[in-house]
């Protein structure tokens, strides 16, 4: 059975930084990509941020220059480092694993991000 577990969210004013961190355990078909998903009120999970095995990433362009993904492959382990945060970056943060062979998908519980002052 796939666990992905999460921790770092919470709130922050506008302008500061939290790291999100999630580690897989379990029987994951490798190789699989690692990223996180947000889905605020009222609107569609996006993808923020994903890596892949090798290191290639890839973001969506609101957090470009701010938001920082990172892979631990040893661990399996995923963080994502958030700068310079935005009230529009309000939302429940979710780390997701994909594998390559098969398309299996894996989910976190999700972790509250609050940007507000």
């Known amino acids: 059975q796939v666990q992905l577990v999460e921790s770092g969210g919470g709130l922050v004013q506008p302008g500061g930084s939290l790291r999100l961190s999630c580690a897989a355990s379990?029987?994951?078909?490798?190789?699989?990509?690692m990223g996180w998903y947000r889905q605020a009120p009222g609107k569609q999970r996006e993808l923020v941020a994903a890596?892949?095995?090798?290191?290639?990433?890839n973001y969506v362009d609101s957090v470009k220059g701010r938001f920082t993904i990172a892979r631990d492959n040893a661990k399996n382990t995923v963080s994502l480092q958030m700068n310079s945060l935005k009230p529009e970056d309000t939302a429940v943060y979710y780390c997701?694993?994909?594998?390559?062979?098969?398309?299996?998908?894996?989910w976190g519980q999700g972790t509250q991000v609050t940007v507000s002052s």
């Open positions: 997701n694993v994909f594998t390559t062979a098969g398309g299996y998908e894996y």
């Open positions: 379990g029987s994951i078909f490798r190789p699989f990509r």
């Open positions: 890596v892949t095995v090798g290191g290639s990433t």
